[in-house]
Structures are given as structure tokens and as C-alpha cells.
């Protein structure tokens, strides 16, 4: 008896995407077992251990400091009522549009010893030197974990608070009927309750923590992160900077593992039946200023300030920041981001509709292997990219020089490795996003269109695209801004003298001269509010 193995179009397309995505990561965990008696040996005898103890301890750090912001602004926002509540709702999401390294330089800037803060202070009470008073110094592992901890808090204030409203409220009205106040209800009750989509939350966070690497290599604090990108710039070691991002893996299934293991056998049956239920309590008096004081002092100090100071810098130094440089970086910001939008969208609507043809469930597996690039933190991501990428083009070079032709770098040294990169990070965003919308359109309406005589492909562009128009347009936008803040895998993968918004901008971070970068800053902020509007637009839809 013959076995006869075949695929349809559908499907090789969907492997292909799936393995194609998924080979920087093979590439990556079979170059970290290699051996490399030279730069790791050496690394690891010396400073790597540094390295993994600061990783950990920023992670640690961000995690906590970003719970103590977020979870009672959360629950102030999604259970009581005090002035300001509507607005600081979606208001105290807007430091997710601000790149930790501005952030960092800003207050740098504010807070340095020639800074106005300081400045002022010898002013007022007369000291003459650093010897008269003491003032912290911000550029530490604990600055990096407070610039961190203020643009990703929102991560965790937004999925807690809508998990408050999801549950029900008369739980918590039943706590106080056992004689437990507010405070006690939200630690006894509401607290539990939400502790998945907390720890799921905080997960995110510290994978986000972990991949940064602007603000610690800006403060000089020393990581897994800046590691990678050390080695290949200073040892040009890939071998040892595989090895590293294994580290920097293990690091992460560990924190993945730990989320999921957290879940288990965890289910809330009993939710609001409105996600707009009315606020549980009503704040007065000196409670509803210290209210919305505190939402007042985290949203000034995470997007206000920075913000501002930026605007001061674009307003002084315009005929500077406004140049043809910023143009140019702007424009090859655009192409870049616009292309990769373009295929992720395209892959990942082709992706999960293989999976809505079958029912089998090993047509998810092509979805989920293009989805594991979201995890790798930018410079690791590089690297992965740069194994296959440049072994491609020895083998490739190796085979023409028989016939006396190499054409080099025309892989990774060309703008195909920065695409690649961003559309293997950055997949995932669209794959989900795509894959929700499809989950809402009914089967009845693919049997409906084959009753007519309609095939899978014309169903599909004629049924589901235009349904699925604004999921389309969500899942775009998310993938074109998180292409136009990438920084780490830009900073390795762009080719010589091409450079990005946010590259640009490092590079006058890293020289102390962000005023003459100040629109560039600017423009990379207000592109990134673009999906804080939408969201914003979404969730008031939802209510509505």
C-alpha cells in the first residue's frame, strides 16, 4: 500500500510562513550548543554573572514598582468614583506611547548635577559644591528601573482594571456584608480574583524589562541585553552572543512557564454583565484628593513632563531638528514600517485561514511557530536573524565563486534583514489580532458563499476581507508603530548608513544632544498614540 503525502496551497503557504518565521530561533538554540572556548569562557569566568544578577534584578524591580503604580490606579479608576476618574482612565495609558530611553534622557537632563533641578536647589539654600549636599544620582540600576517601570505600568493598570470591571460586584458587596471595608475587599476579594490576568500582566512586563535596551545602556548599567549587543560589536562573536541569548531564553520560558503554572485549574464564572458597571464607592474629601493626586503625580511624571520637555527642546531648537535629515529617517521609518505591516498582515490573514478550513488541530501549529519571534527581546532577535541570514549568503557566495561572481552581503547587508527581523518580531501582533476577528464571523456565512458556487479564495476576498476590515486596520496600525519604535534590532540588523527615526534619535541620545533630534523624539511619540486612540475608541464602543 502506497502513502501518498500531499498539500494544498492553503496549507504550504501556512508552513512555509510558520517555518520560514520560526528558523531564527532554531538557527539561534543550535548555534548557542556550539562551542566557543574563547569569548563566552572568558565572559563567564568575569562579568556574566554581573550581567544575569542586574537582568534579574531590573526584572524583579520593574515588576514590583510597576504593580505598586499600577494595581491601585486601577482600582481606583475601575472601582471608585473621585474627580478626574473618566479622564484619568484612558489618560494614564498615554506613557506607553513614550520610549523608555526619552524618558530616561529627560529626567538625566532635569535631574544631573547641571541640571536646573539641582541648579535651583544651590540657588535657594546656598551650597557651592557636591560636597555640601547629597542628591541621588538617577543613572543606576535602580534609575533604569524607575524610567522602565513608568512607561510599562500601563500594561498591567489596563489589563487589572478591566479585569475589576469584568467581575462581579456582588462579591465584593457580600465581603462587606461579612463586616470587611473596602481595603479588605480588594485585597481579600478582588485582588484574588484578578490574579491571573495580573501575573499574566506582569509577565509581559518583565519580558518587556528584559528585552529593553536604550535605557540601561544609556544609565551604563550592565545586562543581559547590552551583553548581547557588546559581544558582537566589541568580540564579533555570534557564537557567544548565541550563548548569551540562550541565557536570556531560559529566562523567558522560566517567566512563561511560571505564568502559565499560576492559571492552572483558575476559572471565574461570575462576571458584570456590563463592562461599565457603576463604581462601587464614592470618594470624598481629603480621599478623593489624595485620589486624584496620586493619578495626577504618576501621569505627570511618566508622560507630562517628558512630554513638555520635549516640546520645549522641538520649540528652541527647531531650525535644527527640523532638517532634511529628519526627512529623510522619517521617510525610510515609513517605507520599513509600511512594508512589514503589509506582510504581516498578509501572511497571518492567509496563516489563520488554513486554520478556519480544518478543523484538525495541527493547523494551528503553523501560527504559533510564526508567533514565537514576539518573545525574543530586539537584540537577540538580530542575532537569530543574522544566523541563517548570513549563512545563506556564505553558502550562496561559496557556490558563484566557481563562476567567478560573489555578491556579498545581499542579504544582511541590505534593508531584507530589517524587514525580515521586524516581520518575525512583529507577526505575532497581527496573527492575533487577525485571528480574533476571524473567530467572530460566523461558519454559516463560508457555507452560505460555497453554496453559491464560490471557492475558498473567492470567499475570502470576498466574504471575509471585507468583514474583516477593521480588524485588518487594528492589527496594521499595532505592527506599523511598534516598527517605527524598534530600536535594538534596528541598531544590528540596518545596513550601513541607513538609519531609522529611532535610531536617529539614540544616536543624539548617546551623545547627550537629544535637542537636536527634539522633532524626531516628537514625532516617534505622537505616532505612538495612535493605538492608545483606537483603544480608547474601542473600549468606549464596547460600553456603548
Sequence with gaps: MRFKFSLSSWQLIAWT????????????????????????????????????????????????????????????????DFPGRKHFEWALMLPLAMPTYLIAY?????????????????QWFGWQSPDDYWFFDIRTLGGAIVMIALVLYPYLFLIFKTALKEQSHKLVQAAHIMGHGPVA??????????????????????????????????????????????????????TAAAKISGIMLLILFLAIIIERYSRRNR???????????????TLKGA????ATGFA????????????????????????????DEFFLYAWQSLKIATMVSILAITLSIL?????????????????????????????????????????LEIGINDWLAQYDYQPGLFLSGTIFAIVFGYLVRFYAIAHGA??????????????????????????????HIPILKRGILTAALLVFIECMKELPAALLLRPFNFETLATHVFQYVSDEQLELASVSALFIVLVGLLPLYFINRSMEHSRS
Design 17 to 80: 510562513t510558520g517555518l520560514g518565521l520560526s528558523l531564527p530561533l532554531a538557527f539561534l538554540i543550535f548555534e548557542s550548543l556550539q562551542s566557543d572556548p574563547n569569548v563566552f569562557n572568558h565572559l563567564w569566568d568575569t562579568v556574566l554573572w554581573d550581567y544575569t544578577r542586574n537582568t534579574l534584578v531590573l526584572i524583579l524591580g520593574v515588576a514590583l514598582l510597576s504593580c505598586l503604580i499600577a494595581l491601585p490606579l486601577g482600582w481606583l479608576v475601575a472601582c471608585c
Design 106 to 122: 529627560v529626567y538625566t537632563d532635569l535631574l544631573d548635577y547641571a541640571g536646573p533641578v539641582q541648579i535651583q536647589l544651590r
Design 185 to 238: 475587599g480588594f485585597f481579600k476579594v478582588s485582588l484574588p480574583l484578578a490574579r491571573g490576568a495580573i501575573v499574566a500582566a506582569i509577565t509581559l512586563i518583565s519580558m518587556e524589562a528584559m528585552a529593553d535596551f536604550a535605557t540601561v545602556n544609556y544609565f551604563a548599567v550592565s545586562t543581559l541585553t547590552t551583553a548581547v549587543y557588546d559581544t558582537w560589536f566589541g568580540y564579533y562573536s555570534l
Design 267 to 281: 476559572a471565574v464564572f461570575e462576571r458584570q454583565t456590563q463592562l461599565s458597571g457603576e463604581p462601587l464607592y
Design 287 to 290: 480621599k478623593a484628593l489624595a
Design 296 to 323: 495626577l503625580v504618576i501621569l505627570a511624571l511618566a508622560f507630562a513632563i517628558p512630554t513638555a520637555v520635549l516640546v520645549s527642546y522641538a520649540f528652541n531648537y527647531f531650525d535644527q531638528a527640523w532638517n
Design 351 to 391: 496563516v489563520v485561514y488554513n486554520q478556519r478550513l480544518s478543523t484538525a488541530r495541527y493547523t494551528l501549529w503553523p501560527g504559533r511557530l510564526a508567533s514565537t519571534g514576539y518573545a525574543l527581546p530586539g537584540t537577540v532577535l538580530a542575532i537569530a536573524v543574522l544566523l541563517p541570514l548570513t549563512s
Design 434 to 463: 487577525i485571528e480574533s476577528s476571524f473567530s467572530r464571523i460566523s461558519p454559516s456565512l463560508d457555507m452560505a458563499s460555497h453554496s453559491m458556487g464560490r471557492n475558498e479564495r473567492q470567499t475570502l476576498l470576498g466574504v
